[in-house]
């Protein structure tokens, strides 16, 4: 597991003695929502440090727990366990802290005996298809286990605290590992698709050993304290059963869950075991190399997130209930309010709007890493559905970047002449333009990465970071909001026929993607893919190439009520976008069709102000049914909705 650039060789002046929260950048890492501190230990090899560890620091330096074995010469093995896990005790300036030790065993395969107390409805293919967790996702697990943040807030599951990763010097070879290649080339796709885009990634290698280190919780397990006369047979017997259940409640399961991976503790008053108020025992789980998310799990939280942006988004104000936390701060560019804070990797985000609970959809490990399509050929414009079930466009901005634009072509010097526009600028004119009764794609937020990008001298332009040179963030050391040689980028919501918006005090949305249709219940899966199927077949009968479309391009009409809308011939309504350009390449639209989209947007911008230096189609999105035909307005022209604004200006003066 080695990070892609230098660790840092700082640590040395940042120990226990040092916030977590204060590391300088270039230590710290991050794994599936989990930061660590980055060490380089004396003794060789890659430290990976969480906040839990980090004050003890020097007790998780290899020397004191790992070097010439003294994990095994000095610790415990502990029993029952399948795997090689030690307990072992470090002394260092006095002070004691007892670690549980274990080597991982990602990608070996895994001899699961299914106990009697196993869940019945899990699928048997869960249990054929069950992989041992690579050592950073299971500790990402055993995070957002220890949050709770889903299902009920009572109980509260206690476990180890995850405190160290250790992947010490040398390499082995694979059968010494007992690792399989394409196993583990599965656990690397899944590390590498996390931290995608990040400046110092973490890499998986087959060849080196990787150990975690938790701590050690006090205790005996379940089977011993029976065995101990601690508790009764009768409630020995239903704990197996109660875990699974707390378990599943928090949306997780353990594939192989034993009363061996249940520690109750002696009250320290009267000795006996530590109950609830309820009288219900008090447990702590511990080994967590097959814990897994139930599929209910990510369904509902990816629907549950979902709603609740619809339901921030359309309010448009601050709620109430979320006062402005301290990391965040609100500011005005251009006339657009924003949010503005630091994003976790060390970028500077600004998020549209005064709700602080919009912030984290968009904070960049919620879309970064996740899988995207390209949808321009020349420029960097992705499609992505976030973590949190969210389908947003991202596009890195051009500014800062001379436009390549011919003098001799039609309108290319006007193009050099107003070069691209700046983030804030691309955002204050789409709001703009939605205020004038022009319709454009939602934009919703500006991402400055942590780390610079030079560009070469030849394609660099001045200018906007000269004009917007005045324009600073609300902090107690201001830096300005476009600086040169950083990337920036914009977030837009990502148009799909119809804006599947909730409106205040509305029972349903206008317009729902198919997805989120299903989650809420408006279709049935089998209608799901009757709809699928039906709109993939008449787009590929009208030409289009349907066969690259699939249920993320489609909305449905919802009526009042929540009742789904219908056609005249009795089928669910479905729309799907597509830009200008590709529906006349498909032919979809004649030439004189064409032509008129385009000139009449031309036209309308010119109404209100504004020129657009680049008309192209395939910049103008358009809303169309299963059998090619687009949705017009109440006189009969094609609705188009404009969601490229690098190349807009005032036509009198600068749209600021």
């Avoid at 090899?45 to 003890?56: E, I, K, M, N, S």
């Avoid at 869950?257 to 789980?285: C, E, F, Q, W």
């Avoid at 909001?481 to 804006?499: E, K, M, N, P, Q």
């Amino acid at each position: 597991m080695t990070p892609t650039s230098e660790p840092s060789s700082l640590w040395r002046s940042y120990d226990a003695d040092t916030e977590f929260d204060r590391l300088p950048a270039e230590m710290v890492v991050q794994a599936f929502g989990v930061d660590y501190g980055h060490v380089c230990p004396p003794e060789g090899g890659d430290l990976f440090v969480t906040g839990f560890g980090w004050p003890f620091l020097r007790h998780l330096l290899p020397s004191s727990w790992y070097t010439n074995q003294r994990y095994a010469r000095e610790g415990e093995k502990l029993k029952g366990s399948t795997g090689h896990v030690y307990r072992v005790a470090t002394t260092v300036g006095g002070k004691s802290l007892e670690l549980v030790v274990k080597f991982s065993r990602v990608a070996q395969d895994v001899p699961l005996v299914v106990e009697t107390t196993f869940p019945e409805d899990v699928p048997t293919e869960v249990i054929a298809e069950a992989r041992f967790n690579s050592p950073m996702e299971e500790f990402g697990l055993v995070m957002e286990l220890r949050t709770g943040a889903f299902g009920p807030k009572r109980p509260r599951i206690l476990t180890q605290r995850p405190l160290a990763i250790y992947a010490p010097p040398g390499e082995f070879e694979l059968w010494q590992l007992g690792r399989s290649s394409s196993s583990f080339r599965a656990h690397t796709r899944l590390l590498e698709q996390d931290q995608e885009d990040a400046v110092k990634a973490i890499e998986l290698d087959i060849k080196r050993m990787y150990v975690l280190v938790y701590g050690w919780i006090k205790g005996k397990d379940a089977e011993e304290s029976f065995e101990a006369g601690k508790i009764e047979e009768k409630e020995f017997l239903s704990l197996s059963p109660r875990v699974i259940r707390d378990l599943e409640d928090k949306g997780f399961r353990v594939l192989d869950n034993k009363p061996k991976h249940y520690i109750l503790r002696d009250s320290k008053t009267d000795g006996r075991v530590m109950r609830y108020r309820d009288g219900s025992l008090a447990y702590g789980l511990v080994d967590f190399e097959l814990l897994q998310r139930t599929s209910e799990h990510r369904r509902q939280y990816k629907a549950r997130q979902r709603e609740k942006y619809w339901r921030l988004k359309s309010v448009g104000v601050a709620s109430t209930a979320s006062p402005l936390p301290s990391h965040l701060k609100q500011m005005s560019i251009f006339g657009v309010r924003y949010l503005y804070g630091r994003a976790p990797d060390g970028g500077r985000l600004w998020v549209v709007g005064e709700d602080p609970e919009l912030f984290d959809f968009f904070v960049p490990e919620r879309w970064r890493r996740t899988p995207r399509t390209k949808l321009s050929p020349t420029s960097e414009v992705y499609r992505t559905c976030t973590r949190d079930g969210i389908h947003v466009v991202y596009r890195r901005s051009r500014v800062g970047v001379r436009p390549r634009s011919d003098p001799l072509i039609e309108r290319g010097d006007s193009i050099r002449d107003c070069g691209y526009n700046s983030p804030f600028e691309e955002v204050a004119i789409a709001v703009r333009l939605r205020q004038m009764g022009v319709p454009t794609t939602y934009p919703r937020a500006i991402f400055r990465t942590g780390h610079r990008s030079m560009r070469a001298m030849h394609l660099r332009d001045e200018r906007r970071f000269s004009d917007h040179a005045d324009l600073v963030t609300p902090e107690g050391v201001p830096e300005m909001v476009l600086i040169a040689d950083y990337d920036y980028y914009t977030i837009w919501d990502y148009f799909r026929g119809s804006d599947p918006a909730r409106k205040e005090g509305e029972e349903a949305s206008a317009a729902v993607d198919l997805d989120r249709a299903l989650d809420d219940g408006m279709v049935t899966r089998g209608e799901y893919d009757r709809i699928v199927q039906r709109m993939l077949k008449r787009l590929r009968a009208v030409g289009y190439a349907g066969e690259e479309l699939d249920a993320r391009e489609f909305v449905i009409l919802v009526g009042e009520g929540g009742k789904v809308s219908l056609t005249t011939k009795g089928e669910v309504a479905v729309f799907s976008a597509v830009d200008a350009l590709t529906a006349y390449d498909y032919g979809l639209l004649s030439d004189a069709g064409y032509r008129e989209i385009v000139e009449r947007t031309v036209t309308k911008l010119r109404g209100v102000d504004c020129e657009l230096l680049e008309a192209s189609g395939k910049h103008m999105l358009l809303s169309m049914d299963p059998e090619g035909k687009f949705a017009k307005d109440d006189i009969g022209r094609v609705v188009v909705t404009l969601c490229n604004f690098e190349l807009i200006r005032g036509l009198y003066r600068p749209f600021r």
